[in-house]
């Protein structure tokens, strides 16, 4: 598997090597090897969880404000267009957005660190979506920003054909900004002597 750097700080794109022949094709989505020599604990993935979306629907951006959590995201069938959003202050990509296809037949997955939010739009009329999750879910620290703010200009490959009640109210980025320090601290760096 290789491994790659993504667009914002700290992202990680997984491109495994599948074996293809007459039949279709075998691959190994997830190694615990791999990942760790990613830099990642594979032991802290904690949730696996999947969804499936119709051609044209919108989920997202969402987020935690508790800090947030890690996503190892993969399109397991069909293809989407994924998006991440960094809303860590202290980031170096502080405000960017990152964009790519994600589908069953190159297989990549990519890893988001805490403190982005993600959404993605389905390409294909059937799409599912896995992710491995690095926290429990918490319905009480969810977050959302609004998908289609002018201000973070995602595009968008598609028209929106289905939003959830939840997404379509979500605010913009700017009502969320003066809260970011709060829900995504700077990590602390614990330095030892040496």
């Known amino acids: 598997m290789k491994v790659l750097e993504g667009e914002l700080a700290g992202v990680l794109l997984l491109e495994p090597q599948p074996v293809r022949d007459e039949r279709g094709w075998f691959s190994r989505t997830f190694d615990a090897d791999d990942v760790r020599a990613a830099g990642l604990d594979p032991a802290a993935f904690v949730q696996d969880s999947q969804s499936r979306s119709r051609r044209g629907v919108v989920r997202g951006l969402h987020a935690r404000r508790d800090g947030g959590e890690g996503k190892l995201v993969r399109c397991s069938a069909g293809r989407v267009w994924d998006v991440a959003l960094d809303l860590r202050p202290w980031s170096p990509t502080f405000l960017r957005h990152q964009e790519l296809l994600l589908d069953d037949e190159s297989l990549v997955s990519v890893y988001l660190p805490a403190g982005l939010a993600h959404?993605?739009?389905?390409?294909?009329p059937v799409a599912d979506v896995c992710y491995r999750i690095d926290r429990r879910y918490e319905?009480?620290?969810?977050?959302?920003?609004?998908?289609?703010?002018?201000?973070?200009?995602?595009?968008?490959?598609?028209?929106?054909?289905?939003?959830?009640?939840?997404d379509a109210a979500a605010p913009p980025l700017a009502q969320v900004l003066p809260l970011l320090a709060e829900w995504f601290p700077e990590p602390v760096v614990v330095r030892?002597?040496?």
């Not at 959404?119 to 294909?124: K, Y």
């Open 192 to 194: 030892t002597a040496s």
């Open 139 to 166: 319905p009480g620290h969810d977050v959302t920003v609004r998908w289609d703010d002018p201000d973070v200009a995602l595009r968008w490959p598609l028209p929106a054909s289905s939003i959830s009640e939840r």
């Open 119 to 124: 959404g993605f739009q389905a390409l294909t």
